[in-house]
C-alpha cells in the first residue's frame, strides 16, 4: 500500500511538472499569452521570479497613497490593448488630469524668461528633423540627427528624452525612434498596477519561481527552477532585454547567433521614478503642479508635487543620472531629492518628507532597466529578437513589438503574437 501510494504521488508530481506550454515572466506579454493559449485549450504555466504579478507595470501603495512605480500611461488609446481590457474588468480609465500648473528652475531657481524660451524652441527639433531628413540610405543616433545645433543646442533639444525613453541621445536609434506610434494617452486612477495585475486572475501563475536554465536539446524544452524542472512542447521568454543579456537564465544550447547579435543591438533605457511622501505644510503648492529642474540638460528632473492631492512628490529622471542615482541608493535619491525641493519650494522639506518609494528599475535584478531602446544602426533588432528558436522557444515583449515598443500595449500585443505561433504547434 505504501509502495504504490508513493508511486502515485511521484506521478502527481510529475503531472504538476509538465505542461503544454510554460512562459516565463508575469508582465504584460506573459499574461496576454497565457490568457491566448488557455482559451485555445493548451495547459500553461506561468513563472513568475517576482513576488507579484505585473512586471515594470507596478502601482506601488508603500507609502500609503498609490502611485504607479512603473507604467503609467495606456499610450495611443485608441488601439491600445488595455482600453478593451479595463472595460471588461470593470476599471475606470480617463485622459490625463489637468494639472496645477508648470514651473521651469536652473538649480532650484525659477529660469529667465528668456532662457525658457530658448529651452521650448529646442525641444520641437527632434520632430521636425524626423519630418524632414532621410533615414532611408542609414539610421542615425538622434544626437547626430541634431548634430549641426551645435554642442549646447542639441544637449538641449534632446534631453527631453530623458524623461520619455530615459537613454542619451547618442544610444537611441533615429529611425526606432521614428517609427514609434503616437495617440491619445489614458491613465487608470485606480493604478495601472492595479489593472495589470488584475488581469492575471484565473491563470496558473507561479510566484517567486526564478528561471535559472531553458533546455531546449532533447525532445522538450526544459525550464529550471527552484522547485524542480518543468517540462513542455514550447517555451515563451517575457523577460526583460536587461535580464537576459545578464545572462541570469542559461540557454542549453546557447541562444542562435542571430537571437544575440538581436540583443547585442539592444539596451535598456533608465527612466526611473523616485517617491517622497510629504506630511504637513505643501509650501503653497496647488496639488498637481510640475517643477522642472532643467539647470543641467544632463540632470534633467520632473517633479509632480502632490497629485491627486496625494501626500507625495514623485520624481522622474532617466539616463546616466538615473542609472548613478539607482546605483547610489535609496538614502542618496532621498537626499538629492529633498535638496533639490528645498532649493524650490523654500522652508524646511526635510521635516516633511516622512519616507521614499524607490523602484530603481536600473539595478532591479529581475528588470535591469525601464525598457528596451534600439541602438543606432540596430533598428532591425527587434524583429530579429523574436524569431523563433528552435521552432518552439519564443521572446516577447515590449522589446519585440516594433512601433509599440516600450509600453505595457506593445508588450500585451507581443505576447498575443507569440501565443498565436505556439498554437500553432501540434499539442
Known amino acids: 500500500m505504501a509502495a ?14 509538465n505542461a503544454d506550454v510554460v512562459i516565463i515572466g508575469a508582465g504584460a506579454a506573459g499574461l496576454a499569452a ?37 507604467a503609467m500611461f495606456i499610450h495611443w488609446a485608441e488601439r491600445n490593448p ?48 524626423l519630418e524632414t531628413v532621410d533615414l532611408t540610405k542609414r539610421d542615425l543616433s538622434v544626437r547626430d540627427l541634431l548634430g549641426d545645433l551645435g554642442p549646447d543646442m542639441s544637449q538641449i533639444a534632446s534631453s527631453g528624452l530623458l524623461l520619455s525613453i530615459g537613454e542619451e541621445s547618442d544610444r537611441i536609434s533615429a529611425r526606432d525612434y521614428q517609427r514609434l506610434w503616437a495617440g491619445d494617452d489614458l491613465v487608470v486612477p485606480s493604478g495601472y ?9 484565473g491563470l496558473d501563475i507561479r510566484l517567486n519561481h526564478p528561471v535559472s536554465e531553458i533546455r531546449w536539446d532533447g525532445s522538450d524544452v526544459a525550464v529550471t527552477t527552484p522547485s524542480g524542472t518543468l517540462h513542455a512542447s514550447a517555451c515563451i521568454v517575457t523577460v526583460p532585454v536587461g535580464v537576459l543579456k545578464t545572462g541570469a537564465i542559461r540557454f542549453t544550447p546557447e541562444l542562435p547567433a542571430r537571437n544575440r547579435d538581436a540583443l547585442d543591438g539592444l539596451g535598456m533605457g533608465a ?4 517617491a517622497l511622501k510629504l506630511e504637513g505644510d505643501r509650501f503653497g503648492v496647488t496639488p498637481g503642479a510640475s517643477f522642472l529642474e532643467a ?22 529622471c532617466g539616463g546616466d543620472h538615473a542609472r548613478e542615482l539607482s546605483a547610489a541608493g535609496t538614502e542618496a535619491a532621498r537626499a538629492y531629492v529633498t535638496e533639490l525641493l528645498t532649493k524650490m519650494l523654500g522652508g524646511d522639506v526635510r521635516k516633511a518628507v516622512t519616507g521614499i518609494s524607490f523602484p530603481a528599475w536600473w539595478t532591479d535584478p529581475f528588470s535591469r532597466g525601464s525598457y528596451s531602446v534600439c541602438l543606432p544602426g540596430r533598428e532591425t533588432a527587434r524583429e530579429q ?11 516577447a515583449g515590449e522589446a519585440t513589438a516594433g512601433g509599440g515598443a516600450m509600453t505595457v500595449g506593445g508588450a500585451t500585443l507581443a505576447g498575443r503574437a507569440a501565443a498565436a505561433s505556439v498554437a500553432r504547434i501540434k499539442a
Open 4 to 17: 504504490t501510494l508513493a508511486a502515485t504521488g511521484r506521478r502527481a508530481l510529475a503531472a504538476e511538472m
Open 193 to 201: 498596477g492595479n489593472l495589470v495585475a488584475a488581469y492575471g486572475a
Open 34 to 70: 497565457a490568457h491566448d493559449l488557455k482559451a485555445a485549450g493548451r495547459r500553461v504555466i506561468v513563472l513568475e521570479a517576482r513576488g507579484r504579478t505585473g512586471g515594470r507595470a507596478f502601482t506601488d501603495t508603500s507609502l500609503g497613497p498609490a502611485y504607479d512605480a512603473g
Open 295 to 316: 539647470g543641467s540638460p544632463g540632470q534633467l528632473m520632473n517633479l509632480d508635487l502632490f497629485p491627486d492631492d496625494k501626500d507625495i512628490v514623485i520624481a522622474y
Open 385 to 395: 529578437l523574436a524569431e523563433p528558436i528552435g521552432g518552439r522557444i519564443f521572446i
Open 82 to 129: 488595455w482600453v478593451q481590457i479595463a472595460r471588461e474588468h470593470g476599471i475606470e480609465t480617463q485622459s490625463e488630469p489637468w494639472g496645477g500648473g508648470f514651473q521651469v528652475f536652473a538649480n532650484g531657481k525659477p529660469m529667465p524668461e528668456t532662457d525658457r524660451q530658448k529651452r521650448r524652441g529646442a525641444f520641437g527639433q527632434i520632430d521636425r528633423r
Open 271 to 274: 527612466l526611473t521614478k523616485i
